[in-house]
């Protein structure tokens, strides 16, 4: 069996092991199979490279929770892209710190965002819905996109809560995402049959590590 370096590799083994489970419902009656995920992921890969967003960009995401967050994310993972996930709760001034901070390429946002106050070098996507996004990715090919990944290259951007001080971004490879998530699953036991419930807004820590990931990782179902 391959083994599997990243989060790619697990969704590809999932929508080959359970391709028509759901693995998200959402409360608006949407829901998206652990294959769809899959083919929607792929078709994401190849929308972000029609815009330049390639291996080792930065990519910030800042949706209300939905299943194009969780896609925009995967497919971020596939391409090797740094996912910079935050909370669609966000201010614009909060947003646009961060972004200019890690020195973000492209913004995919709900907000209306002034395009003067952002870098030159971070483009902007301005995010409807799932309906208008997915019907976007229709125009992209659903076959496997290839990219090399290795375990050490960073996955994500993550931030501490800030509690006691100012707030520190902390880069996350493929390795650290897979060994938390691997022991997270382990010590709640979770299993294929688990029902995750999502309450924070997706690009909190919390979500990701304790539902987000889990949810993907055992091939169980997660609402949001």
């Known amino acids: 069996m391959k083994v599997k370096n990243n989060f790619s590799d697990i969704l590809t083994e999932k929508s080959l092991l359970l391709p028509n489970k759901v693995y998200c419902h959402k409360i608006n009656g949407r829901e998206i199979t652990f294959l769809e995920l899959e083919q929607y992921v792929n078709k994401c890969c190849r929308f972000f490279e029609e815009r330049g967003i390639v291996f080792g960009d930065v990519l910030t995401i800042s949706v209300p929770n939905s299943i194009s967050f969780i896609i925009f994310y995967m497919a971020g993972i596939r391409s090797g892209i740094k996912v910079n996930p935050c909370p669609s709760t966000l201010s614009e001034n909060e947003l646009i710190k961060n972004i200019n901070f890690v020195e973000s390429k ?26 208008d996004f997915l019907l976007q990715l229709e125009n992209y090919k659903d076959g496997k996109y290839e990219q090399k990944i290795c375990s050490d290259d960073i996955a994500c951007i993550y931030y501490s809560s800030g509690t006691t001080g100012n707030t520190k971004s902390v880069l996350y490879s493929h390795k650290n995402m897979l060994s938390l998530t691997k022991s997270i699953v382990n010590d709640f036991q979770f299993l294929s049959e688990s029902i995750h419930l999502g309450v924070l807004p997706l690009g909190h820590t919390a979500i990701t590590n304790y539902q987000l990931l889990p949810s993907l990782y055992a091939g169980s179902t997660l609402f949001l």
């Open 106 to 131: 492209l913004l995919i946002t709900q907000k209306l965002i002034d395009t003067d106050i952002i870098s030159d070098n971070c483009s902007y996507l301005k995010f409807n819905d799932d309906d």
